[in-house]
């Protein structure tokens, strides 16, 4: 009796979360700027690991639209495009940090990397996309 009930709240609560909206805006603001990045590979790095939260060409998987993982999709590029954001003007200092998070391994992050493979980078990608972002953002 106990599982049953336990069973017919949880498909209850899973159900009603549903109507919660947050996570369920998956129109991508307008891009500000347009990158002129220093070569096809780095913005093909880029794109490959970075693009989805740290842009407004977020490519919104479909199990966004479920919650909870609408919400912590959601989280993730909302924060994302808030501390580094190629389609709004970036900052030198905002671009240093980023290259930070990328050298210390932080960037892209695991829970991203788990769910998007072709997303985790190599050491020598990892190297080049720094050099890139540098180059592209930096001018050295």
């Keep these: 009796m106990r599982v049953t009930k336990f069973i017919v709240a949880t498909a209850v609560v ?3 979360i549903q109507f919660i909206p947050y996570g369920k805006n998956h129109k991508n603001p307008p891009v500000e700027v347009s990158v002129n990045w220093d070569s096809p590979k780095t913005k093909a790095l880029f794109n490959k690991a970075c693009k ?4 407004h060409n977020t490519t919104w998987p479909k199990n966004a639209n479920f919650a909870p993982i609408s919400w912590l999709i959601a989280h993730d590029v909302y924060d994302g495009r808030e501390h580094f954001n190629v389609s709004k003007p970036v900052k030198s ?27 985790k980078l190599t050491n020598s990608e990892r190297e080049a996309l720094i050099a890139g972002l540098k180059k592209t953002f930096l001018n050295n």
């Design 52 to 55: 989805d939260c740290h842009s």
């Design 14 to 16: 899973a159900v009603a």
């Design 93 to 119: 200092k905002t671009i240093k940090k980023a290259i930070d998070e990328i050298k210390e391994g932080d960037m892209p992050p695991l829970q991203y990397t788990l769910v998007h493979k072709d997303a």
